[in-house]
């Protein structure tokens, strides 16, 4: 048999330490990624899932001007404000003049004051006005024989303050009845001086007194 030349055992000499190294080279790389494991923090890897004390944010603890302000328990209530009674209130009869020369149409208003140191509520509207117009005993005139559209209006008088109806109730100066609101032959009230007294009448209180008021 003969036996391979020198030249020959360097060449697989050469060969098994190359493969040698290789080899070296192949496990130093696995375990490199094996510790390393560079794909573990890549974009489509899933990442670590928070715990919840992690994921849980503190509530925000609010500002001094977004407190809502605690109610104080020792702060006194609003009272609320009530109907006026009778001794709250003073309804008198206003008119535009004292006598009123022929052909002259008076003309009636009320004054409404709130006596008492407290405020109240009162219905003003039409459907609780009234205007009466008396001789003596003899009634010739009343603003509801005829009235149209009568309506509610609640307001609120101010403690020790006095208010007077805006628009007046004119008296045309004749006797009134719900049978003659369409008819214009009513009779006519005396003139010459003759005495009237004007009464009204305002959310369910009366005036206390008349206003005397003289047609020429």
């Not at 302000?69 to 008198?92: F, L, M, N, Q, Y």
């Not at 309506?151 to 100066?173: F, H, N, Q």
């Not at 003139?191 to 003289?214: M, N, P, R």
Request: proline fraction near 7%; charge should be negative; hydrophobic fraction near 35%.
């Amino acid at each position: 048999m003969v036996r391979p030349s020198a030249a020959v055992y360097r060449r697989r000499r050469v060969v098994l330490l190359g493969s040698l190294v290789l080899f070296l080279a192949a496990i130093g790389v696995g375990v490199w990624l094996l510790i390393a494991q560079p794909w573990a923090q890549g974009a489509d890897q899933p990442t670590s899932t928070p715990t919840t004390s992690e994921s849980e944010t503190p509530a925000a603890t609010p500002s001094a001007g977004d407190e809502s302000p605690s109610p104080d328990p020792t702060a006194p209530a609003t009272p609320a404000i009530v109907a006026c009674t009778a001794k709250d209130v003073e309804v008198a009869a206003i008119t535009d003049a004292d006598s009123y020369a022929a052909g002259v149409l008076p003309k009636l208003s009320i004054s409404l004051t709130n006596k008492s140191t407290t405020d109240c509520t009162l219905d003003v509207g039409s459907s609780t006005q009234t205007f009466t117009v008396m001789s003596g005993s003899d009634v010739w005139w009343r603003s509801t024989d005829c009235q149209e559209n009568p309506s509610s209006m609640i307001v609120t008088l101010k403690a020790g303050t006095t208010v007077t109806s805006k628009e007046p109730v004119t008296w045309d100066r004749t006797r009134s009845s719900v049978e003659t609101c369409d008819q214009e032959n009513r009779q006519r009230a005396p003139g010459g001086g003759a005495s009237y007294h004007v009464e009204v009448a305002i959310g369910g209180f009366t005036g206390l007194d008349t206003k005397q008021i003289l047609l020429y």
